[in-house]
T-cell receptor, first 118, second 112 residues
């Protein structure tokens, strides 16, 4: 149990385009989802927290108009990188929290999405 | 500011037991401690979670002292495939909000 999927796993796009990343909790309902980005050999950096049906809460320094987050249901959240530029190239990881009996609130992570902006 | 502190790196050999300690001096009263394993270009994988004393599952044990200001992840008889970065995570902040920020993690290298 507690499986989180992400799609796509890898995307290459041209500068100026927008990219949407999907995050799904496959076998539990995620009351809260989180989005992280990670640069090579660095730790995960929390970008934003989203609760189903409400606006996301962004961490300091993260542009909400650039990184659009939608948490449409208890199993789906999307991150859209708008007008992507090369400096947005990174590894984006989502996680989901909340779920089945026995889950004491642990987060479960997706496999990540490698974004490369040319 | 990271809520946790871990050694940056550790080395071990196949078959040995590895203990990784994490400090979380300001852990909230009702917060849990969760440990993750991460391989390059993959999302973190849940290893174990605990609140106090000792928790054991099929892959690891977690030891938490009474004051809960630290925790120790114990990996029995490591193999080469255990080479990874290990993170401990505590999430509750002031007021009970859950803000799961990661520290730097511990890079474990297992040698033949």
């Amino acid at each position: 149990g507690a499986v989180v999927s992400q799609h796509p796993s890898r995307v290459i796009c041209k500068s100026g385009t927008s990219v949407k990343i999907e995050c799904r909790s496959l076998d539990f309902q995620a009351t809260t989802m989180f989005w992280y980005r990670q640069f090579p050999k660095k730790s995960l950096m929390l970008m934003a927290t989203s609760n189903e049906g409400s606006k996301a809460t962004y961490e300091q320094g993260v542009e909400k108009d650039k990184f659009l987050i939608n948490h449409a249901s208890l199993t789906l959240s999307t991150l859209t990188v708008t007008s992507a530029h090369p400096e947005d190239s990174s590894f984006y990881i989502c996680s989901a929290r909340g779920g089945t009996s026995g889950n004491t609130g642990a987060q479960y992570f997706g496999p990540g999405t490698r974004l490369t902006v040319l | 500011l990271a809520k946790t502190t871990q050694p940056i790196s550790m080395d071990s050999y196949e078959g040995q037991e590895v203990n990784i300690t994490c400090s979380h001096n300001n852990i909230a009263t009702n917060d849990y401690i969760t440990w993750y394993q991460q391989f390059p270009s993959q999302g973190p994988r849940f290893i174990i979670q605990g609140y106090k004393t000792k928790v054991t599952n099929e892959v690891a044990s977690l030891f938490i002292p009474a004051d809960r200001k630290s925790s120790t992840l114990s990996l029995p008889r490591v193999s080469l495939s255990d080479t990874a970065v290990y993170y401990c995570l505590v999430g509750l902040g002031p007021g009970g909000s859950y803000i799961p920020t990661f520290g730097r993690g511990t890079s474990l290298i297992v040698h033949p």
